[in-house]
Nanobody, 115 residues
């Protein structure tokens, strides 16, 4: 069992920016896939952006050019910078870590994009 602790989120107007951060256990980046998913009301949870264990990023097409995932190995954090936010980005955002069949989730943080 690993613990993922999220921070950030909130209410922002369309076109605005938010930054999410997730603290993960030390030294998991080289073993686990780590990143962010989201779940909008009435929809399935979907990948936003993740790092695989090789350090490559996988980003959903719907957020490419607007969202940037980054990680700090020293601080053991993975961040999601979200720019040019749209109402359709409204969702609960979850920090995620996976090793083969073992999947872990943070508690989730609400992001609401509304005027």
């Amino acid at each position: 069992q690993i613990q993922l602790v999220e921070s950030g989120g909130g209410l922002v107007q369309p076109g605005g920016s938010l930054r999410l951060s997730c603290t993960v256990p030390p030294n998991i980046f080289s073993i686990y896939t780590v990143g962010w998913y989201r779940q909008a009301p009435g929809k399935q949870r979907e990948l936003v952006a993740v790092f695989n264990s090789a350090g490559d990023t996988i980003t959903d097409d719907s957020v490419k050019g607007r969202f940037t995932i980054s990680r700090d190995l020293a601080k053991s954090t993975v961040d999601l910078q979200m720019n040019s936010l749209k109402p359709e980005d409204t969702a609960v955002y979850y920090c995620h870590a996976r090793l083969v069949q073992h999947t872990y989730w943070g508690q989730g943080t609400q992001v609401t994009v509304s005027s």
